[in-house]
């Protein structure tokens, strides 16, 4: 019997939880989207006061990621949105979508710099040390606040826009870091030097949120969750003999679904099971599924239509 009365009322999920932790990652992204803002206004006027063409192209970089947090922010708010008829599982994926703009800007951002920097290591260029270190210092300071309030979130998205803050807080350090040893030895070297060392952490990173955000639209099993996790605990309750046509994916990365039959022992009519899909649900709800769809069937009668192998 097919799961034909399944609607918006959560089996195993708090709508209101879920609407608070959106809500939560919004503020989160407004407020470093506010202090990226404010600092690449003082970048740029710092830039034009020193005539340093590094703080000015750093300005852009920025400016660039302010442009990235305001995408974030407006996909991780659509997010939130509730289903419709065309979209019939939400909007969550619009999450996703965030984080795949994100790590696809990340990529770019970090080769382009790399190929950029790789001249100086074979030609340094003499920097202006004095503005390097103020502006290092206001920048570790500003964009580690707004990093900050995006470390605390699971959303991909929000995790995303915090590698980019992140990616600009060691940017800083690593010019603050910098700044003093060109003042002590004069290896202008050290500058390029530790720009490639971040840029290739920062890739690495940006590589591996790109790689989580294709699962999630390639409709990848949960990293931690498997078919035979859900068919083993589903298998053992009492009047289930057999899971099999199991479909396990996840919309953002965090909100599970599954769909499955489950087989009778074929003696009990099954208008009379309905209680051991809620049994079922339940099952799976302390695995971390939070949206099953369940189909009954007797072993009398078999699965013709079923897909082969699970």
Request: aromatic share 4%; with cysteine; glycine share 8%.
């Amino acid at each position: 019997m097919n799961d034909k009365h399944h609607n918006d009322k959560p089996h195993n999920h708090d709508r209101s939880t879920e609407t608070g932790h959106n809500h939560a990652v919004v503020g989160d992204l407004r407020i470093a989207l506010g202090i990226n803002v404010l600092f690449t206004i003082i970048e740029l006027v710092g830039g034009l006061l020193t005539n340093s063409m590094a703080i000015m192209a750093d300005a852009v970089h920025d400016l660039g990621d302010s442009v990235t947090l305001a995408v974030a922010l407006v996909l991780e708010k659509v997010s939130g949105r509730g289903r419709t008829r065309k979209l019939t599982f939400g909007h969550r994926r619009f999450s996703t979508l965030g984080a795949l703009i994100t790590g696809l800007i990340l990529i770019v951002g970090a080769v382009t710099v790399l190929i950029h920097t790789i001249p100086r290591v074979l030609r340094p260029e003499v920097v202006d040390t004095t503005g390097m270190l103020v502006l290092a210092i206001l920048g570790v300071v500003m964009n580690g606040l707004a990093a900050l309030r995006l470390s605390r979130t699971e959303s991909m998205n929000a995790k995303a826009a915090f590698l980019h803050l992140f990616e600009d807080v060691l940017g800083w350090i690593a010019v603050l870091i910098g700044a003093i040893a060109i003042r002590i030895w004069g290896l202008y070297i050290i500058d390029p030097l530790l720009s490639i060392g971040i840029n290739l952490y920062i890739l690495t990173r940006a590589v591996s949120i790109l790689k989580q955000a294709m699962r999630v639209f390639l409709e990848y099993v949960p990293r931690d969750l498997s078919v035979e996790t859900v068919a083993e605990a589903a298998g053992r309750i009492d009047g289930v003999e057999d899971v099999h046509d199991i479909h396990l994916w996840t919309l953002d990365g965090s909100y599970v679904l599954v769909s499955l039959h489950a087989v009778t022992d074929g003696k009990t009519a099954l208008d009379d099971l309905e209680p051991l899909k809620g049994t079922i649900r339940d099952t799976l709800s302390k695995l971390g599924v939070n949206h099953a769809t369940i189909e009954l069937e007797s072993s009398a009668t078999g699965c013709p239509d079923c897909d082969s192998g699970l």
